[in-house]
């Protein structure tokens, strides 16, 4: 009880006493101040200790237990989780205001990046590798072709040629469906709110992989939307766990990026993805498949969708043309199951009315004209070549305890920093040296630190790829022995679910 002697809450505050309660006991577990299977106080102790209502504590506990920080045992009380998780608090105190700022805007999807900047963070591909002059050319034929119908309204569900040639492009990734199921979105993005605005209410449950797309996280806060967290493991999303949690939240939808994830790169197994799609369909959970970068495969051809091994419509698709094509287009589509056309088609027409037309069109002739396979190999000819130099840069200057599992293909790696430290305060420390990447406590829906960081290299050149990740292993080693303690620090941070 002591340690909740302790607890300040601020009573003229405009934050909720319940949620600054749920933070100040968070903190306590993540700081290890209380260990896994610790009991909490019960409720009226704890609220007569602080002098608030009952449900004050009720709802902290329930807040608790909705990110997984506790389980409660029915008519024993509520007790600290256990399940691992590379993550810690965020202790913005120690870092510099810039670093600071910047990490606030990467939970916003942005990044500043200066002009001599090594850029590990942005997962966007370098502008030079843009098929510029073939979209010059389909845009004039477009042009001449449909004249002013081209910038009239489009059809909500998207230009039809375009969706009748999706299908064909289709085979060719093994997926089987119809123009019916196919529906136009102005980029991935977009297919996840529109998802989301169709099919999810405030308060409902959504299941995520953990770590995850920030983009998502802020789709699925916007709306009220509980996030319940999945581990990802080398092989896919651990899928005990997700049993387990389909039984006891009962969610909506599962968001998942099953080939080369973002952030840490990995993919699901074949395995995986078969006892995936067995598990929803016999719990009648929805999957929603962001396929981000499928065609990435540098070392793998297991990078089959969930969609082309779905016999039961139990799968959104949703595809993105940013990191193959250009992301500046706004484009991309979703394959949708019978059943839920007509509500996404609503909350897409609700959202932009149509995606441009223009756009379509150019895109439709650009694949009709083949041009697309060629572009691919060339991209995949340049990922792989920076790819490789990232491993074979890794390998060389990692420090001990640093670690990483290589993925086998995709744009992103997910490094691992010796246990207790924080990839927040590496950033700090990096952005002196003009190194920047995305430290991953971004990645969870909470406001945390994590011990792990995502570095891409799609925006980054061969030669900058082999001086940034010098520079940035210098710089880990600085870090590591200014702590003093030696690799491992004692014990300030700990897994927690
Ligand atoms: C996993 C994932 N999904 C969706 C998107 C958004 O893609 P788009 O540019 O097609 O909206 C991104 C962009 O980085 C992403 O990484």
Redesign the pocket.
């Known amino acids: 009880m002591d340690k909740f002697k302790k607890l300040k809450l601020n009573r003229e505050s405009p934050e909720h006493l319940y949620t600054q309660l749920y933070n100040l006991i968070k903190n306590l577990i993540i700081n290890n101040n209380l260990k896994t299977h610790e009991k909490l106080p019960p409720i009226r102790k704890l609220a007569d200790l602080l002098g608030v209502n009952n449900i004050t504590v009720v709802k902290a506990y329930n807040l608790l237990e909705s990110n997984n920080y506790v389980y409660k045992r029915i008519g024993s009380g509520t007790y600290v989780s256990s399940i691992e998780k590379d993550i810690a608090p965020r202790n913005i105190n120690v870092l510099q205001d810039e670093a600071y700022e910047d990490i606030s805007l990467m939970d916003r999807g942005q990044i500043e990046v200066k002009e001599n900047m090594i850029n590990f963070a942005s ?2 591909p370098t502008p030079q590798l843009f098929p510029v002059s073939d979209f010059k050319e389909v845009l004039n034929e477009v042009l001449d072709r449909d004249k002013g119908m081209a910038f009239g309204y489009q059809e909500s569900k998207g230009y039809f040629p375009l969706r009748q040639y999706i299908v064909e492009y289709l085979d060719f990734y093994k997926i089987n469906t119809a123009v019916e199921n196919i529906q136009i979105i102005s ?6 709110d529109v998802i989301a605005k169709a099919l999810l209410r405030h308060g409902d449950t959504v299941i995520v992989e953990s770590p995850t ?1 920030t ?2 996280i802020a789709i699925f806060e916007s709306r009220g939307v509980k996030m319940v967290q999945v581990p990802m493991t080398k092989d896919g999303i651990d899928l005990n766990i997700l049993e387990k949690y389909i039984d006891k939240y009962n969610p909506k939808l599962i968001y998942t ?1 099953p080939n080369f994830q ?1 952030p840490t790169g990995y993919s699901y197994s074949l395995e995986t993805k078969r006892e995936l799609l067995e598990l929803v369909n016999r719990k009648k959970v929805l999957i929603v498949e ?1 396929d ?1 970068l499928t065609d990435l495969n540098f070392y793998t051809d297991d990078n089959l969708t969930l969609k082309s091994m779905d016999k039961h419509e139990d799968v959104v698709y ?1 595809k ?4 193959i094509f250009m ?1 500046g287009l ?1 484009l ?1 589509f979703l394959i949708v199951p019978m059943n839920l056309n007509d509500q996404i088609l609503i909350a897409k027409q609700t959202s932009d009315i149509s995606t441009s037309g223009l756009i379509q069109r150019a895109f439709d002739l650009y694949l009709r004209k083949g041009i697309w396979r060629k572009h691919i190999t060339y991209m995949k000819k340049i990922y792989k070549e920076r790819f490789d130099i990232m491993v074979e840069s890794l390998e060389k200057n990692l420090p001990k305890d640093t670690t990483y599992l290589k993925p086998l293909g995709g744009i992103n790696f997910w490094i691992k920093l010796s246990n207790g430290f924080s990839a927040s305060e590496l950033y700090s420390q990096s952005i002196n040296r003009d190194i920047v990447f995305i430290p991953g406590g971004v990645f969870y829906p909470e406001d945390i630190d994590s011990n792990c960081f995502r570095l891409s290299i799609a925006d980054v050149y061969p030669a900058d790829i082999r001086k940034g990740i010098e520079k940035l292993c210098e710089t880990i080693k600085d870090y590591y022995k200014k702590s003093n303690i030696g690799f491992e620090r004692k014990s300030t941070y700990r897994p927690i679910l």
């Open positions: 997962a966007t980029g991935a993005q977009q297919g996840i797309y983009g998502a990026m973002n962001d981000y949703i993105s043309f940013s990191k992301p706004r991309g």
